[in-house]
Nanobody, 126 residues
Framework: QVQLVESGGGLVQAGGSLRLSCVASGRTISTSGMAWFRQAPGKEREFVAGITWSGRVTNYRDSVKGRFSISRDNAKNTVYLQMDSLKPEDTGVYYC???????????????????WGKGTLVTVSS
């Protein structure tokens, strides 16, 4: 079965840290750009961070720069999102997406249905 599975979410106080993981099974991610998105209640899904297939190039939305770090381990078919200095506005369901290209896409509509995980909930309390 081909799937992406996110984990590592939870409830954390503002200023705390979480590390999200996204593990792929049934399909390699080693030649794919990967990205993390999030969706808060009542809001559109938004780009958080992206990484190219090699890991050499990364990009972040402005509001998380300096606090979040995306990385990958292609041998483990896994991509990570380290989140530090969390803020209440970081609350949402976090999804990983697998691009069909070697680079990531920041537009969530570029990802096909079967190239998303089901998400992991992050709640940051003030």
């Amino acid at each position: 079965q081909v799937q992406l599975v996110e984990s590592g979410g939870g409830l954390v106080q503002a200023g705390g840290s979480l590390r999200l993981s996204c593990v792929a099974s049934g399909r390699t991610i080693s030649t794919s750009g990967m990205a993390w998105f999030r969706q808060a209640p009542g809001k559109e899904r938004e780009f958080v961070a992206g990484i190219t297939w090699s890991g050499r190039v990364t990009n972040y939305r402005d509001s998380v720069k300096g606090r979040f770090s995306i990385s990958r381990d292609n041998a483990k078919n896994t991509v990570y999102l380290q989140m530090d200095s969390l803020k209440p506005e970081d609350t949402g369901v976090y999804y990983c997406g697998q691009s069909k290209a070697t680079y990531y896409e920041s537009n969530p509509e570029a990802y096909e249905k079967d190239y998303w995980g089901k998400g992991t909930l992050v709640t940051v309390s003030s």
